[in-house]
């Protein structure tokens, strides 16, 4: 499938971006560089010099201003080429600039239209930001697979009892059916059960452990990848304090068509200042994500060569809608965008 442009993708942490630093990143299959101003504010431009191709991330901050490492060009946030030593500036000499933001410790950029980027919306992570730090982790997995099978292995949980069997399995995602839904480009998937046992990461912190639950799993897709994972586990008949509640965000970055980046952002309402159940339910999600999905989704890629998966014609089950609602949603505005579509 093409990559989505006229959206806004996760570029890296705030704080992997420190003043006077270039970090280079492959997104969309575009080299890009990443700094800042004196002000603060991030820039991205191509990795690219328009004179010999070499990568400007090699070269060096002047204030505002990056300077390529090879023969001396120097251009502003930009990308307009303000100063050649060698003469007269060249009418072309100007390397496309990506607008960027900046919002709840995450760095977000546009890879489409440059006049399309509305930071109207840019993706509100508010509500995990202001979690306290005690009660909230964050961490990074890039993968060697196109982006949407990391899309579709959140949007369809349904392997959590065999993948995951005995960290995040219980029953419920088998058992139940989940009820998908679009709310404009967006699209829900969420699954409710009741009366059986709560997965194992959340049975060990509750009240009462081993009681039956009612449990919900709401899962929300935000063109192109990201999601939030909100997660409620209530012993049944409980008032909702008496639960377990956590909201979580996987946000995934095409690099290339067979590689990704991937961000997990993990917070959680109930013992906040349980420093030493952070460390442990972010040790156990790390295990989850790095030695358990990545490994498979990683070995479909390896299958799938270059092709997208509905290339290889698979057989579709009942938990499939939600990944595939995913996949029409991103097809017809792939179509509005003008470019092929899958």
């Not at 299959?29 to 010999?52: I, K, W, Y």
């Not at 009462?208 to 990201?226: C, E, H, K």
Request: aromatic share 8%.
């Amino acid at each position: 499938m093409e990559f989505l442009r006229n959206c806004w993708y996760m570029a890296g942490w705030s704080e992997e971006l420190p003043a006077g630093a270039l970090l280079s990143r492959t997104f969309l299959e575009q080299p890009v560089v990443l700094f800042r101003r004196q002000d603060g504010a991030p820039v991205a431009l191509l990795d690219r010099c328009p004179h010999r191709v070499a990568p400007l991330s090699r070269g060096t901050l002047a204030g505002d201003t990056l300077r390529c490492i090879y023969h001396g060009l120097r251009f502003d946030a930009h990308g307009r080429c303000v100063e050649n030593p060698h003469g007269a500036i060249p009418a072309k000499a100007s390397v496309p600039a990506f607008p960027m933001a900046e919002r709840d410790g995450v760095l977000w950029i546009w890879m489409g239209t440059p006049d399309a980027a509305d930071t109207a919306r840019v993706p509100d992570l508010g509500h995990m930001a202001r979690v306290p730090a005690t009660a909230q982790s964050r961490g990074a997995m890039p993968s060697a697979c196109h982006y949407q099978l990391i899309v579709d292995n959140v949007a369809d949980l349904s392997h959590v009892e065999y993948l995951h069997a005995t960290t995040l399995g219980g029953g419920a995602f088998v058992e139940n059916r989940p009820v998908v839904s679009e709310q404009g480009t967006e699209v829900v998937i969420e699954l409710r059960s009741q009366g059986q046992p709560a997965p194992p990461v959340y049975d060990r912190f509750l009240p009462q452990p081993g009681v039956p639950v009612d449990f919900v799993n709401r899962v929300t897709w935000y063109p192109a990848g990201l999601l939030k994972l909100d997660i409620s586990v209530t012993p049944m008949g409980a008032p909702p304090e008496q639960g377990l509640r956590t909201f979580n965000a996987h946000i995934v970055t095409p690099e290339t068509r067979t590689s990704s980046h991937y961000w997990y952002w993990l917070t959680r309402e109930y013992r906040q200042d349980d420093e030493d159940m952070t460390r442990l339910r972010h040790a156990l999600m790390t295990r989850v994500f790095v030695e358990e999905d990545k490994p498979v989704i990683e070995a479909q890629q390896r299958l799938l060569g270059t092709a997208d998966l509905f290339d290889a014609q698979p057989v579709l089950l009942a938990t499939d809608t939600g990944s595939i609602r995913i996949r029409r949603v991103l097809k017809q505005l792939l179509a509005q965008e003008g470019g092929p579509a899958a």
